[in-house]
């Protein structure tokens, strides 16, 4: 089955500063990669997503890179800000066509982030 | 206001009872999942189900059990076979499109504590 490792564990910045979380996945059949964002006590949120038809996707301070051949992708957080810290999670699924598919997401194991005013 | 609730927020039981986790969603959604979430760590899933009446075993199913007798309704029951259950529990839905990758969006979570 699939393996997503994610690095680092923690990650401590300066207010201000960039934020880089990376994941890498072991099944190249694998089309679709999820970042979630979870606050102390609460669900995951969704905060983008990637899927395998593309390398890059930017949505205001927030962006994901994917890098197919080498089955890597990056979560970079631009201009850090207090709210940022939480802990966040990479995924990875592989959606094929058929209900008996669903859509079952394997998680890495997250990485708290830590934005010091 | 739609969304998915799980309650209760913390419970607690004695060890060798099983003990049942509610998840509803008014989402009309037709995808539910159960995942545990250990401290520090990344979530695991349990079960899940695409369809009323039917449902899958997930990756850690082990002392656990589901039913899928209403769309909006996935209750996880987790037995005395488990053999740590102590954990932080969240419920997830989606919309079931194979064509189409879907966000599962997580109800708050529940923590349950075993004595």
């Known amino acids: 089955g699939e393996n997503v490792e994610q690095h680092p564990s923690t990650l401590s910045v300066q207010e201000g500063d960039s934020a880089v979380i990376k994941c890498t996945y072991s099944?190249?059949?694998?089309?679709?990669f999820p970042w979630y964002k979870q606050e102390l006590g609460k669900g995951p949120q969704l905060i983008i997503d990637?899927?395998?038809?593309?390398g890059e996707k930017k949505d205001q301070r927030i962006a994901v890179t994917l890098n197919k051949t080498a089955k890597h992708f990056s979560l970079h957080i631009t201009e850090t800000q207090p709210e940022d810290s939480a802990v966040y999670f990479c995924?990875?699924?592989?959606?094929?066509?058929?209900?008996?598919?669903?859509?079952?997401?394997?998680f890495g194991g997250g990485t708290r982030v830590l934005v010091k005013p | 206001d739609g969304g998915i609730t799980q309650s209760p927020k913390y419970l607690f039981r004695k060890e060798g009872q099983n003990v049942t986790l509610s998840c509803e969603q008014n989402?009309?959604?037709?995808?539910m999942y159960w995942y545990r979430q250990d401290p520090g760590q990344g979530l695991r899933l349990i079960y899940y189900?695409?369809?009323?009446?039917?449902?899958q075993k997930g990756d850690i199913a082990e002392g656990y059990s589901v039913s899928r007798e209403k769309k909006e309704s996935f209750p996880l029951t987790v037995t005395s076979a488990q053999k740590n259950p102590t954990a932080f529990y969240l419920c997830?839905?989606?919309?079931?499109?194979?064509?189409?990758?879907?966000?599962?969006?997580f109800g708050p979570g529940t923590r349950l504590t075993v004595l």
């Open positions: 997830a839905s989606s919309i079931e499109d194979p064509l189409v990758l879907n966000e599962q969006f």
């Open positions: 099944d190249s059949a694998s089309n679709y």
């Open positions: 989402l009309n959604h037709d995808a």
């Open positions: 189900s695409q369809i009323v009446n039917d449902f």
């Open positions: 995924a990875a699924s592989k959606v094929t066509a058929g209900r008996a598919a669903g859509n079952k997401l394997t």
């Open positions: 990637i899927r395998s038809n593309v």
